[in-house]
Structure formats: C-alpha cells, structure tokens
C-alpha cells in the first residue's frame, strides 16, 4: 500500500519534495493556493508579456539537474538553461558601473577603473571563497536536527570567520566603498541585511564564479511549468485554487493526519511536507495548543527579512542603447544608511536601491515582438514598520518609475503599455508571509544551520518544513536543498517504519 503524502504550496521547495517523494514511489498531492504553481516563482502574464514574479538569477543548475535523475529523466529534455555574461552590471549613484562575471581577468580590469590597489584585495577576497564553500556548500544538503550536528561543524565555521558580517569580511580585502557594496550586495538576494548576515554566505561568490549564472529560456517560469509536467509524469497530483486551512493533528498521538483546505474538503496523509511560510504554517495552520516547542511566542522572536516593493512593466520601445544588462543593480549613494533603514523596520526610507531585471535582453520570447519586459525590485521594510502601503504605494512606484525615466529609460512612462505592481501586502495575504517578510526568516549566522526552522518539526515527528524559511535558507539553491533534505528524511521514516500507524 502506497503511503499518502500531502504537500502544501507549490514554491521550488515544494516542487523539489514533490517530486521526489512521488519517485520514490508514495502517493502524493500538491495544494496550491492560486491558479498556477510557482509560490514566489508565479508568472505573470499581462497582453503578450511575460513577467517572472519573484526569483530571475539561477544558479547551482545541477540541482535542478539532480531532481530529475530522481525522476529518472534529464532535465535538458524538458527545460533550456542559458548563460548569463556579465552576471550583473552594478551602478553608483552617478551611473558608473562595473560589469562582473566569471573571468577573472576581466573583473580586475573592472576593478582598476574605481580603485587598483583593490585588485590584490579582489585575489586575496576569491581565494578565501573556496574555503567557505567547500565547507559550508555540503552543510545545506544536511537536516541539521540536532544540537550535537552544529557542534561538530562549529570549530569550521569559527576558523572561516563566520561571525563576521559579510559587509565586514569583504571590507577586509576591499577598501573602495563602491566595490565594496559590488561585493557585499548577495545577502539581499536571500532576504539578508549585508552588515549582518553570516560571512558564510560569500560562498556565493565563488559558486557563481565556478558554476555560472543562467536564465531559463521561457522564463523561471518554465521551469515551473516543466518541474509540474515531471511531477504529475511521475504519478503526482496537482490541486490548483485550493487553499489548505489546517494541518489536522491527532491530539493524542501529536501526529498530523491530513489537511483541510478552505472549502471543508478533507485529505488524509500519512505525512505532510508544507512549503507554505514557515512563520504562517506554525501560526494559522496548526492551533497553539498542539505545539510545545514552536509556539507563537518562539515564531514571532525570530528576525526576519525585508520584504520588497517589485514593479513590473512592458513597454512598446525597446531599450537597447541605453548602456543596461540582463541583471542590474543601481546603488543609492548611502547603502549602508539605507541597509539599517530598512531592517529597522520603523519608516520607509527616502532613497531605495534598485535591482532592474531586462530579460529581454537574453530572451525576447517574454514580449511582444519590437517591444521590452522588465521588473524593478526595491528592497523595503516589512510590515513591522510604521508604512501605510495603501496610501504609500503608488507615490512609491511613482518615485522609482521617475528615477528609472530620468537616469535610466528615457521617456519611460509614455511608453508603458502593461504594468503591475506588488508591495508588502502582497507577500502577506497573498503569499501568506509573516509580515510581509519576502524570504521569511533573516540568514543570520543565530538564525543558520541548527538555530534555523528545522526541516522536521519537533512537534510532530511526520510534518515537514521546506522553503525559505526553513534550512539551509532563501534563495532558489537553498530552497531546492531544503526539499531534498525532507524527501529523504520521510523516505528513511517510512523504511524504518518510523512513520507507521
């Protein structure tokens, strides 16, 4: 008899677990909230364009790659993977820029034009990644339940500085302020403060540096849409528009035994992985009385990210001569008094920092033809702070879409032709994020590893957590991670009968 497994939400963590648990053999069913898969990855589809809604920078391909060898399937057959040069073209707020790749030569040179002395720095700066990464890059594919798991990497992560920020740690080879924000910027990706997050994660340099950073023909959403065609050829089942209401626990044996979404409709499971927030899962799906360990007093002390304002827009005029890249980042001229701005979480700041995504550029299949996609994303407090975002919101998006106009993309706003925007609010009620958060829990270095959500909940020994939230953390890599590390824990549960009746 087949063991029934009941996964809420549809995000890449979700997808990733999905998948794997319906190749090893068990009987699984994937709820989704709205109409299409993808959580945070939905696309957004408005008269010809094509928007990603959430993450556009892929990297570590080979585990998406590993996911469909579970399948007993090769991902080349159902998804492209292209290469991305420069990664990012990164701006001062005078609108120089450094464009950085893989070559290192390259980058040198790029460095040389702020500042040369930093060029050594920069050598001694990548040097150092590969420590960080071959150490810490094995940890995000383990469970990490049990205190005894961080004592025995502890001596590692001490050794590789993993107390400093990664802010500090860069500023440590790097002296110019520009390059320094050049190199310091990737936490964000990941809902992370630069000035706090672990230096662990200047493991990404060298990970982008070794592996490259790819764009999906088609969008991330098509990976979407080929991880939903694997999971249901691998015999899964997909419920769109159904809102999973309650986790149902067996008071007596603390147990989940099922889901209960929105319409009453019940669905039993044997265990159940949620992909949904894991702030949101632990506060509105299970009641308080069921959970000793992660009560709401303990979610709600954790540190969590920022969340984000994301603009996305089609216009009728391409944009070809106006100096742009795939990915940019335009940085305002007080990063650091922005960072501590935003994660103060009191008021929304004045200035903003902007990362504009031009797909178009590497796909022109995402517009119409002659025409340009594009996404703005500003980094911004979450709902903790004293924002009114239906009164703030559109003076906000006024005020980046007139910066964009007047340094960026002349003529911008009479040439837009689809248009939509999403704020805070939209991570917490449609997204189901605790307060807005857009990567739920911060990536600091007492909020990482073990001191993270636990892919296995400690209150009940057959619910599992994947996601953002969870371990390893945010980030297409990590949450891709996080799947796999609860398949194969209920994968040894039910060979051990751990999870029997």
């Known amino acids: 008899m087949k063991n029934k497994i009941a996964v809420i939400g549809s995000g890449f963590g979700g997808l990733s677990a999905a998948i794997r648990l319906a190749a090893q053999g068990h009987e699984v069913d994937l709820f989704e909230k709205r109409d299409k898969l993808g959580g945070r990855a939905y696309t957004y589809e408005i008269d010809g364009f094509k928007f990603d809604g959430g993450p556009t920078v892929i990297t570590a391909p080979w585990l998406f790659d590993e996911i469909w060898e579970a ?18 073209r990164i701006f001062d707020h005078q609108k120089r820029c450094l464009d950085y790749n893989a070559d290192h030569e390259f ?10 002395a930093d060029q050594d720095g920069y050598n001694r700066f990548i040097d150092s990644t590969k420590a960080i990464f071959e150490t810490a890059m094995p940890l995000i594919s383990q469970p990490f339940l049990h205190a005894t798991d961080m004592l025995k990497v502890a001596p590692d992560l001490i050794k590789l500085q993993s107390y400093r920020s990664v802010y500090g740690y860069v500023s440590q080879f790097i002296k110019d302020d520009f390059l320094r924000r050049c190199f310091t910027f990737h936490p964000l990706l990941i809902g992370g403060n630069p000035l706090s997050a672990s230096s662990i994660y200047a493991l990404i340099h060298y990970l982008e540096r070794e592996w490259g950073i790819f764009y ?46 929105r319409n009453g409709s019940v669905f039993p499971a044997d265990a159940v992985v949620s992909n949904a927030d894991v702030a949101w899962t632990y506060l509105n799906l299970i009641p308080a009385r069921y959970r000793r360990k992660n009560s709401d007093a303990w979610v709600k002390r954790k540190n969590y990210s920022m969340s984000l304002f994301v603009i996305y827009f089609g216009t009728k005029r391409q944009y070809r001569d106006q100096g742009l890249a795939h990915h940019n980042i335009i940085m305002s001229q007080e990063y650091k008094e922005l960072l501590r701005e935003i994660f103060a ?10 990362y504009l995504h031009m797909p178009t550029l590497t796909d022109p299949s995402m517009s119409p033809e002659g025409m340009e996609t594009f996404y703005v994303l500003s980094p911004v407090p979450h709902l903790g702070a004293n924002v009114d975002w239906t009164v703030q919101a559109k003076p906000y998006r006024d005020a980046i879409m007139n910066f964009l106009e007047r340094n960026y993309l002349p003529d911008l706003q009479a040439n837009i032709v ?13 997204l189901n994020s605790y307060l807005g958060a857009f990567a739920s829990v911060q990536p600091t270095l007492l909020q990482s590893a ?40 209920i994968g040894e549960a039910f060979a051990t009968n751990m999870l029997g009746a």
């Open 107 to 116: 980058v040198l040179k790029q460095i040389a034009q702020f500042n040369p």
């Open 71 to 88: 399948a007993g399937q090769r991902r080349e057959d159902y998804v492209e993977f292209m290469r991305v040069d420069p990664f990012y």
């Open 345 to 354: 979480n009191q008021e929304l700041p004045d200035d903003f920092s902007l």
């Open 418 to 430: 689809a248009e939509h925007y999403i704020d805070p609010l939209h991570f917490q009620n449609t």
């Open 450 to 489: 073990w001191f993270r959500p636990h892919n296995r909940s400690e209150d009940f020994d057959n619910l599992y957590l994947v996601g953002a939230g969870t371990h390893p953390g945010a980030g297409v890599p990590g949450v891709l991670a996080s799947g796999q590390i609860a398949a194969d824990l």
């Open 216 to 261: 999906a023909r088609g969008g991330t959403g098509a990976i979407v849409e080929a991880m939903g065609r694997l999971f249901e050829q691998t015999g899964g089942r997909i419920h769109l528009n159904s809102e999973v209401d309650e986790i149902l626990i067996d008071e007596r044996k603390l147990r989940a035994t099922g889901v209960r979404l």
